[in-house]
Structures are given as C-alpha cells and as structure tokens.
C-alpha cells in the first residue's frame, strides 16, 4: 500500500469517526425509532472508525471501493460568449469560485491538479486529478489519480447557442469516501451533491453575467 492509500484511509477513518460521534449523540437526544436509527449509524461509523474494520461490508464481501458511482448531471444557459466561459473554466485554479464544496484546486501542470473538498463536519479530503479531454471551447474531462481519497470523474461542455449565449452541462460521478452509507451522512449534514451543483451553476451564472469578462 502507498502512502497516498494510507493517508486517504487516515482521511477516510477520521471522517467516519467525526460522523458517527455526532450522529451517535443526535440519535440519544431525540426518541423513537427514528433516534435508534440515527444513533446506530453513528455507532457503526464511530466504530468502523476506531477499529478499521467494515462489519456490513465483511458481511456481504465487498468494501467501500467496490459500491457503485454516484451521477450528478446539471445544466445551466449563460449569457456570455463560449470561448469566455471555457477559458474561464479552464483555469482550474477559479473552480472554487463556482464550486461551493471546494476549498482550493491548485495546478500541478498542464494536466495534473490538486483538489481540496469540504466534508461533514468541518473536515476536508483531497485528491490530485488529470486532465483527459481538453477541446479548446469545447468539453474538458478529467478523473481522479490512483490512491484519491475520492474517486471522481467529471466533464463540463460548452454549447455556443445561436444567441451568442452558452449551454454549460456538467456531468460528475464519485464514490464518497465511506460509500454509500457516507452519501447518506453527506446528505443528512445538507452536503447533497446534486442540489449543490444546481445552486453553484446559478450562482455562477449570476456572476459571470454581471461581470465585465468576455
């Protein structure tokens, strides 16, 4: 195992840890079932993360790696010519300001980059990415290096419409670090992906509108 593996296990641990120690005193705090079921997920992951082993991925044969990817796919039409919005885009140092869930994405070289994302409860993973497809006002697709604590693929493409504007359709898939059961810990700290890629699209739409790039 490298020490990129090891250390996006560490990162994997710990955020299962912080998780689960919240939803394990969530779930004390409030009554029925609904608490039960809280608090015992936060055991799980409190104690998938002490212990490093996976009791229901042992159970059915498999592990975190092997669940599959989530989709998230939005589009947004921007009032600004193609070549503008790519080559803004393109600079992968400004997706931050359109990403919410990113903290920084700093540019290794011409292809490679290194993603640091939020993640529940105040912590942070990161990953180094590649550049894949790169079509100049086009598309450009990249996916994540071996060892990412997550691993993603994703593309955007830009569409010249007839009115000068631009269709940007973005297409994301990922495993979340804890698997699908650290997609639902995601959702439950208001971290759901598809919904924040449709609010950061308007959000960015609003902006690039009006601003003087172009």
Same mark, same amino acid.
């Given at each position: ?8 296990m560490d990162q994997t641990r710990m955020i299962s840890g912080a998780a689960g120690g919240a939803l394990l005193l969530m779930g004390l ?51 600004? +010519?193609?070549? &503008? ?7 992968? *140092?400004?997706?931050? /300001? @359109?990403?919410?869930? !990113? ?76 698997? +699908?059961?650290? &997609? ?7 971290? *759901?992906?598809?919904? /924040? @890629?449709?609010?950061? !699209? ?13």
């Amino acid at each position: 195992m490298t020490k990129t593996e090891e250390g996006g296990m560490d990162q994997t641990r710990m955020i299962s840890g912080a998780a689960g120690g919240a939803l394990l005193l969530m779930g004390l705090r409030k009554r029925g079932v609904l608490g039960l079921g809280v608090a015992a997920v936060g055991g799980y992951l409190a104690y998938r993360a002490a212990t490093g082993n996976d009791p229901v991925m042992a159970a059915v044969g498999g592990g975190a790696t092997t669940s599959k990817p989530i989709f998230v796919e939005h589009s947004v039409v921007i009032d600004r +010519p193609t070549q &503008a919005v790519y080559d803004y885009w393109r600079k992968l *140092e400004n997706l931050p /300001q @359109i990403m919410s869930h !990113l903290e920084s994405v700093t540019e290794l070289d011409d292809k490679r980059s290194r993603w640091v994302a939020k993640a529940p409860l105040g912590t942070h993973v990161e990953w180094e990415a590649e550049i894949v497809n790169d079509k100049p006002g086009q598309r450009i697709g990249w996916h994540s290096l071996p060892g990412a604590t997550v691993d993603n693929a994703g593309s955007v493409q830009f569409e010249e419409l007839p009115n000068g504007g631009t269709r940007v359709h973005v297409a994301l898939s990922y495993r979340p670090p804890a698997g +699908p059961l650290g &997609a639902a810990v995601a959702k439950l700290f208001g971290e *759901e992906p598809s919904q /924040q @890629i449709a609010e950061d !699209l308007q959000k960015f739409k609003a902006a690039f509108e009006g601003s003087d790039k172009n």
